[in-house]
């Protein structure tokens, strides 16, 4: 069957539904034009692939964020809680939808700032998934965190001091904010780093305790049905710049060259596996521990944690998410 040009691109680039209202950046993009020019002239456009799928044998769960698709897939700024609506009227049709959803769960995400590290300001997202605790990724409280004895306690830098870490629910472009900061009183739990039975590495998942007070957010609740492939989703959290892992210049369009600042990331579920999902939102570094929100229902269908530049991005899913919790409460 013959496709249109319009069609044939959303299949080359893994988007089996439409194309972004921006369309017009295809043609202006040199990589894309080469892509364009390479994969049309070489492949059987009707047989590609309409999504873009992870496998056991795939090497890249490593510690990375990435830009999955290079069009169709906006980054949007989060200002007094809420979000700016895309160029594209898809997205808008979407995100709408799930608006007062959205904003619920915005507040409800945080960023992970240091003190007395010795490199680091902040060093990653992690969000309310129960009244007065947070889920971020293992290599995020590894930053500041250890076990020892059985316990898991605060690091301390190289002059002996111990290191600290407060969570800011704000941090907005353009946005002037005097929100207070939560202390993290306790790390509960951080993943072992083990392989599982499949050689699959062992979930990067840790757990924290925060102060709590009357302005905390109400938590995101955890997505208990089955996972589907190609629900629609939103990454929140706070990428930062990537340069090392992802095109600059692919990079800086998509992100507006704005950096370290809450977004709202949409995209869809690509794959799901037993320990694991992936989706094609874009993300940075920065945006490890974001949650992964279901659009439909508002709840977590997984935590982020990893990603490849034009590959994938991956997720904990929300059943091992609950499973960890339920471990430590």
Known sequence: MDLSLQEAIANIF??????SADIENIFKDEEIQKELQDRISSLDISALPTHISATKEDDTLNIAEAIVLVTGRPVLFVQNDSFIAPESDIWQER????????????????????????????????????????VTNRHVAREFAVKQNNQFVFRSNPARQTIRANIDFKVEYEIDSDAPQFKVKDILYIEDDTKLNDGVPSPDIAFLRISSGDSLATPISLFSEPIEQNRDVAVIGYPARDGDRNNSQVMDRIFAGVYDVKRLQPGKITGVKDNFITHDCSTLGGNSGSVVLDLETGKALGLHFAGTYRKTNYAVPASVIKDRLDRIR
């Open 14 to 19: 893994g988007q089996n539904v439409d194309v």
């Open 95 to 134: 995100l709408n939808k799930s608006k007062s959803l959205i904003e619920s769960a915005i507040k409800a995400v945080g960023r992970v700032e240091l003190r007395n590290h010795p490199t680091l300001d902040w060093v990653g997202t992690a969000w309310l998934v129960a009244s007065d605790i947070l």
